[in-house]
Nanobody, 125 residues
Framework: QVQLVESGGGLVQAGGSLRLSCAASGRTISRYNIGWFRQAPGKEREYVAI????????NYADSVKGRFTISRDNAKNTVYLQMNSLKPEDTAAYYC??????????????????WGQGTQVTVSS
């Protein structure tokens, strides 16, 4: 069992930056791919980014490519999402999730086994 806890959300002006953290406990995340999703009110949960278990490969949704960077520190059992040049349309609850290492690049929520409780990001215009 893996427990995930997100932090780092908040209110920021458009053009600003935030860094989200996803801290894991219960098991090492070194054998899991970690993804970030977001969900705005009234919308479906949307894939944002994923980092493979080794950290060697990442993938991003087109909407965040070039602005967001996902990274991980397996020694700290933590994954990060650096968000720069934030836009009002980035406003959402952000969730991290863990999928088994053999799942590959997983863009759908059902492909993940463990989820955090989410952290709210609000970008004002």
């Amino acid at each position: 069992q893996v427990q995930l806890v997100e932090s780092g959300g908040g209110l920021v002006q458009a053009g600003g930056s935030l860094r989200l953290s996803c801290a894991a406990s219960g098991r090492t995340i070194s054998r899991y791919n970690i993804g970030w999703f977001r969900q705005a009110p009234g919308k479906e949960r949307e894939y944002v980014a994923i980092i493979m278990w080794s950290g060697a490969s990442t993938n991003y949704a087109d909407s965040v490519k070039g602005r967001f960077t996902i990274s991980r520190d397996n020694a700290k059992n933590t994954v990060y999402l650096q968000m720069n040049s934030l836009k009002p349309e980035d406003t959402a609850a952000y969730y991290c999730a863990a999928s088994k290492m053999n799942t590959g690049v997983a863009g759908q929520p059902w492909q993940y086994d463990y989820w955090g409780q989410g952290t709210q990001v609000t970008v004002s215009s």
